[in-house]
Nanobody
Framework: QVQLVESGGGLVQAGGSLRLSCSASGRTFSRYNMGWFRQTPGKEREFVAAIRWSDSSTYYVDSVKGRFTISRDNAKNTVYLQMNSLKPEDTAVYYC??????????????????WGQGTQVTVSS
């Protein structure tokens, strides 16, 4: 079992930056692919970024490429999402998720086994 706790959300002006953190419990964190998703009211959960457990290769949705960076620190059982050049359309609740399948990274929410409670990010124009 893995428990995930996100932090770092808040209110920021357009063009600003935030860094989200996701702390994980469990001894096998280093073997999980990790992902970040976001959701706004009335919409489906949207993939943002993922990082593979084996080589830390990364995968992003096109709308955040060049602005967001996902990274992980296995020694701290933590995954990060550095968000720069934020836009009002980035406003959402952001969730981190863990995939215990050792295969390829996925952008599908159903592929992930554990979820955090979410952290609100609000970008004002």
């Amino acid at each position: 079992q893995v428990q995930l706790v996100e932090s770092g959300g808040g209110l920021v002006q357009a063009g600003g930056s935030l860094r989200l953190s996701c702390s994980a419990s469990g001894r096998t964190f280093s073997r999980y692919n990790m992902g970040w998703f976001r959701q706004t009211p009335g919409k489906e959960r949207e993939f943002v970024a993922a990082i593979r457990w084996s080589d830390s290769s990364t995968y992003y949705v096109d709308s955040v490429k060049g602005r967001f960076t996902i990274s992980r620190d296995n020694a701290k059982n933590t995954v990060y999402l550095q968000m720069n050049s934020l836009k009002p359309e980035d406003t959402a609740v952001y969730y981190c998720a863990a995939d215990r399948d050792w295969g390829q990274m996925s952008n599908a929410p159903f592929a992930y086994d554990y979820w955090g409670q979410g952290t609100q990010v609000t970008v004002s124009s």
